[in-house]
């Protein structure tokens, strides 16, 4: 058999105990320095994720105030179902028989520009003069390159009072 003295198994003891507590006392410190490093870390993008989150609640509200302007800014305008009838109105008045002024089509340009779409249909001249001037007094004219009796009248609504 093979013997060991108690002083060599007690050597190998304190070798083994001491590897194994520098080993366990290195992990621990290891763990706890990944565990303190993902801890800041996590603090860290926590903190840039609540920055964010509030541009982000900045930026809606922003966004928001502007849409609410910009509504309240077409309100004070006439809108394409409001100018159509004026329209028709003012071209029925001052249709005569020399001219017949024709409401077509009105196209929105921006919030306060339409361009307007009519016909003219005259027996003179002058008629054709009399209703050139009624739509110039809308805004400013053009007439169709293809077809002599279409014109386009850029017009510009001015802001109504709000109530």
Do not use: W
């Amino acid at each position: 058999m093979i013997s060991l003295s108690n002083k060599l198994i007690l050597n190998i003891s304190k070798i083994v105990i001491s590897t194994l507590v520098i080993y366990s006392a290195l992990y621990i410190t290891f763990r706890a320095m990944n565990y303190y490093k993902s801890y800041y870390e996590k603090e860290k993008l926590t903190n840039e994720l609540q920055v964010k989150r509030e541009e982000t609640n900045s930026l809606k509200t922003k966004v928001n105030e502007a849409k609410k302007r910009i509504q309240n800014l077409e309100k004070s305008y006439i809108t394409k179902e409001e100018l159509e009838p004026k329209v028709k109105e003012i071209f029925k008045r001052m249709s005569l028989v020399d001219y017949q002024l024709n409401y077509i089509d009105a196209k929105k340009m921006c919030i306060d520009r339409y361009i307007i779409v009519a016909r003219i249909h005259t027996e003179s001249e002058n008629g054709l003069k009399a209703a050139e001037g009624i739509l110039s007094y809308l805004g400013e004219i053009k007439k169709s390159d293809k077809d002599d009796s279409l014109y386009f009248v850029n017009y510009i609504s001015k802001a109504k009072e709000i109530k």
